[in-house]
């Protein structure tokens, strides 16, 4: 954002391969800016990485000061990847804190090690094989996770805050999907809308699990694994952020043995769960699953996996209520998912079968991927071992974070650091100040007549934290945003298409032929009943527990009236 009349900055870029890796215009280039946005109505603590060629680089912040940074080797198996076209062998990791619904900018330089107050924050990362017979720990300010020596899996984590370490082990699987011609249900093949193995046991991906490298820094710990010539992974800690990330790259799956595979990770623990685990319904509200088990009826299932796998769009966990412990999973996408033994929960990550399964796609699910010889996924889960009552808070923020990542953007940078923050803004929020820890801006976009169309989501159970984040929240919508003061809001339905004063009742008959005296299906209750205010009035409004407001609001982007 230039300052006065600065000319306008130059062309910024999307590098869509960071996810494997890979940035053309950070790897041809010795020095570049990297802004970062923030879209979450809330202050992030975020670690960008950015792939680089060059051995040593220098970062400074938005306000021109060096921070700390680290490079980090990227995996074997990811620069092997097919769609890691560059050369990068390193990422470019270093920490910030992100403003709410706004910016930071950052710049890049590769430097020669020779200027020490250029590299105050450039650290050498210490990467080495670990020794035999030696448990592998690292550790931040919350986690400590800890890998064992003899079988290269998972072996515990402990929660650093309560002091308190918990058995998980972690591994990966896969069942063999079942061959069939569909002629009837018991033949049904599994296919791209059927899950259907044919054992109840899955089979791990490999016989041993190498620990390749470990990377230790200040900003972030790593431990490389691999499990076999098609998955692997990476578990990290960052400084500064909750729980444990598991970064995995599964694919191409065989199959040169004629067998379709479906892959899944899974963790197991000692926790007493009674058959019970939980999955989120769309992000927002928390489904309690029973296996073997549905509340309206006495279930014999006939496929006991699939039968009890849910769909897991942001989280799913497991509880302890007489230890006070959960372990909770957040994923960065739609998954399948379930616990089919106690302690345990498992994520559907990859699939390549061999038949269909007759329900309409006609062609096995066998995707050939970019190179002919398959799909390669890569993805994050983060683990969060809590307590229970302090679970929701951070899996609630977490989900945010991995389903609504900052976005990065690059541009070449041809001036001096000094003269772009004189002519430019490097920070900026949308933002007066943070929502409140429990809102959600969930709409902000340009309606009609120079209107704008806002949502608010209360996006916490009432049972999630009862006498805290749980409770009703009130905020002013006046001065919410920087650039402009909102001077009048209408509330609507949900969807934007009725005003909400403008809701009638629905009566209907009932079996006994008899009208539903005052049955109001859409009435709003008097909590819900705001109507506009005027500009000199308040503008404030209360959420209750997962609850979603939608106002059409009139702005003043005149500075002076914002500022009164």
Known sequence: MPKGSAPLPSKQRFCHFLNVSYCDFTETRNSFMVTVYNPLAHTVRSHIRIPVTGTVYSVKGPD??????????????VQNNPEHKGNAQNELVFGSDLPPLGFSSFFVQSSIANDKKEHLGRETTKTFIPRRGTDLVIQNEYVKVTV?????LLKSITNLMENTTYSVQQNFYYYQGMAGN?????????????????SSEPIPVGAQTKTKLVTVGSEVQEIHQTFSEYVSQVIRIYKGEHGVEFEYQVGPIPITDYYSKEVISRFDTDLSTEGIFYTDSNGREILQRKRNYRPTWNVNLSEPISGNYYPVNTRIFIKDDARDVQLTLVTDRTHGGSSLKDGSLELMLHRRLLHDDGKGVNEP??????DGNGLIVRGKHRLLMTS????????????FILTLPPIITMTSLTTTVEE???NYQTTYSGLTSDLPANVHLLTLEPWKDGTILLRLEHYFEKTDDPNGLSQPVTLNLKKLFSPFTIV???ETTLGANTWLQDVERLKWTTEKKLVAQNLELFRPNNHY???ARHEDDHLDITLDPMQIRTFVVKVDHDQEHRLQ
Do not use: C, M
């Open 64 to 77: 021109g000061q060096p921070i700390q940074s680290q490079l980090v080797p990227v995996p074997q198996q």
């Open 420 to 422: 772009y923050r004189n």
């Open 365 to 370: 699910l066998n995707e050939r991927g970019v």
């Open 488 to 490: 009048n809001a209408t």
């Open 529 to 531: 009943q705001w109507r």
């Open 182 to 198: 569909n002629s009837k249900s018991e033949n049904r093949a599994s296919g791209a809308y059927i899950f259907r193995p044919n």
């Open 148 to 152: 064992a020596a003899e079988s290269g």
């Open 388 to 399: 229970v009552a302090d679970a929701a808070q951070l899996h609630r923020a977490v989900a």
